[in-house]
């Protein structure tokens, strides 16, 4: 079935247009696969919609959405530039939090972290996430582009979701790094990308 991808803009029109299926879309996906996250369903759902609406117009998240029939199916959001490089940032820290902290040493590469990718069960199989993971990397490039500097994406994902790691091998990520949550003892394997690893 076709999809359409988008991203979703900065200005508050946009941003308004789509924060509740935005909110209702990451909530369902909390409840449909809460294993693939780091955060939970309880503590999402609490949030005030100021969090969801600052979420959208973060200038360092860009969210890309697939759409279905007029639905939300595939989301994605790419948060940067990040003050240090892959290597540097924890794959189970918090992303949201290091796009807070302005970056005071001069870094070589422009990292961008992939966070919050899901696509629901219905949709697999349809190459919504890899378009997604694509847009991504395309708006990455254009950044890196712009800045004179050389593109890096990471992602980090729990050792036992193959389908997800499959996913992002076959986009073109490697896997760098593997550290234990501190919530379980689950693994979590860091992963990058750069245009030269094409």
């Keep these: 079935m076709p999809f359409e991808i988008i991203q979703i803009l900065k200005d508050d029109a946009s941003i308004r247009s789509y924060v509740d ?36 117009s973060n200038p360092k ?10 639905n939300i199916v595939s989301s994605i959001t790419a948060l940067g530039p990040l003050p240090h490089g892959p290597d ?16 005071t040493v001069e870094t070589t590469s422009l990292h961008w972290r992939i966070n919050g990718m899901f696509t629901l069960p219905q949709a697999r199989g349809q190459g919504t996430a890899k378009a997604l993971i694509e847009a991504a990397k ?12 050389e593109l890096v994406l990471s992602i980090a994902v729990h050792e036992d979701n193959a389908p997800a790691k499959t996913l992002y ?26 245009p030269t690893s094409l």
Excluded: H
């Excluded at 998240?61 to 007029?70: E, K, R, Y």
């Excluded at 189970?92 to 807070?100: E, K, L, R, S």
């Excluded at 490697?174 to 979590?188: L, W, Y």
């Design 88 to 103: 540097v940032l924890s794959a189970i820290g918090n992303p949201w939090v290091a796009t807070d902290v302005d970056a």
């Design 138 to 149: 395309r708006f990455g490039i254009a950044q890196a582009e712009a800045s004179g500097k």
């Design 61 to 70: 998240a860009i969210t890309f959405i697939a759409v279905q029939l007029g």
């Design 169 to 194: 091998a076959g986009c073109g990520f490697v896997a760098i790094e593997e550290e234990t949550n501190r919530g379980d003892s689950r693994k979590i394997i860091l992963m990058q990308w750069t």
């Design 21 to 56: 299926e935005i909110k209702a879309f990451r909530l369902l996906s909390l409840q449909t696969s809460p294993e693939s996250f780091g955060s939970n369903y309880a503590r999402e759902s609490a949030f005030p919609d100021e969090v969801w609406y600052e979420r959208l």
